[in-house]
Nanobody, 124 residues
């Protein structure tokens, strides 16, 4: 099954930065809107950020505004999530998602393709 592939997760100290990458270039069709979600242990998966197919619009969860930035790369269906001022509560598995047909997209149900996730751990 063709799916997005995440990379860039790891361990970072509180206050530090990390950049996550996601490639969904193998998805059929044209450019897709893309998003990031995260799931911490014992918690439900939650929306982090999403970006339109052309990069002109983006949405963020309130808890990451001003700290995280989502952006698109030059390659088809490549997206980044820049995490700044990391907090221990940002520790989670971060998932990349894509969908060719739906925008705005801010819920799990809006996305049809999902990656396997990458672990981000923020130490205090």
């Amino acid at each position: 099954q063709v799916q997005p592939v995440e990379s860039g997760g790891g361990l970072v100290q509180a206050g530090g930065s990390l950049r996550l990458s996601c490639s969904a270039s193998a998805l059929p069709g044209g450019h897709s809107c893309m998003g990031w979600f995260r799931q911490a242990p014992g918690k439900e998966r939650e929306f982090v950020a999403s970006i339109s197919w052309n990069g002109r619009e983006a949405f963020y969860a309130d808890f990451v505004k001003g700290r995280f930035t989502i952006s698109r790369g030059d390659a088809k269906n490549t997206v980044y999530l820049q995490l700044n001022s990391a907090k221990p509560e940002d520790t989670a598995v971060y998932y990349c998602a894509a969908d060719e047909h739906r925008w705005p997209a801010r819920t799990s149900g809006d996305f049809g393709s999902w990656g396997q996730g990458t672990q981000v751990t923020v130490s205090s």
